[in-house]
């Protein structure tokens, strides 16, 4: 079975920094991949995207120039570095595979991807 794991969430001050990690178990990284965050009452929203085969990652305006999305895969691990976070960065961040190709600029519909994981929660606070 496929798995995804998410880690590296928790609660920080707005301006702090902090690493999501995603290892995916029994599916090798490929095709579209991608993080994305919601808060209750809210559609769940692109955060960050890579048609791994090929290009470079893709990012929300709200998050350009703060994170950079990164892929290991000889750990078959996907990362969300997120720098100078902001309050409105709160939420539940979930990482996604098994995505159908896909092109930039816009960020990919939730519903293009198959597997999902549990989500780790960041939050943005004073």
């Known amino acids: 079975r496929v798995t995804l794991a998410e880690s590296g969430g928790g609660s920080v001050q707005p301006g702090g920094s902090l690493m999501l990690s995603c290892v995916v178990s029994?599916?090798?990284?490929?095709?579209?991949m991608a993080w994305f965050r919601q808060v209750p009452g809210k559609e769940r929203e692109g955060v960050a995207s890579i048609y791994t085969g090929g290009g470079e990652p893709s990012y929300a305006d709200s998050v350009k120039g703060r994170f950079t999305l990164s892929h290991n895969s000889a750990n078959n691990t996907l990362y969300l570095r997120m720098n100078d976070l902001k309050p409105e960065d709160t939420g539940m961040y979930y990482c996604?595979?098994?995505?159908?190709?896909?092109?930039?600029?816009?960020?990919?519909?939730?519903?293009?991807?198959?597997?999902w994981g549990q989500g780790t929660q960041v939050t943005v606070s004073s």
């Open positions: 029994g599916y090798s990284i490929s095709n579209t």
């Open positions: 996604a595979a098994g995505g159908e190709f896909w092109v930039g600029p816009h960020q990919p519909s939730p519903g293009i991807f198959h597997f």
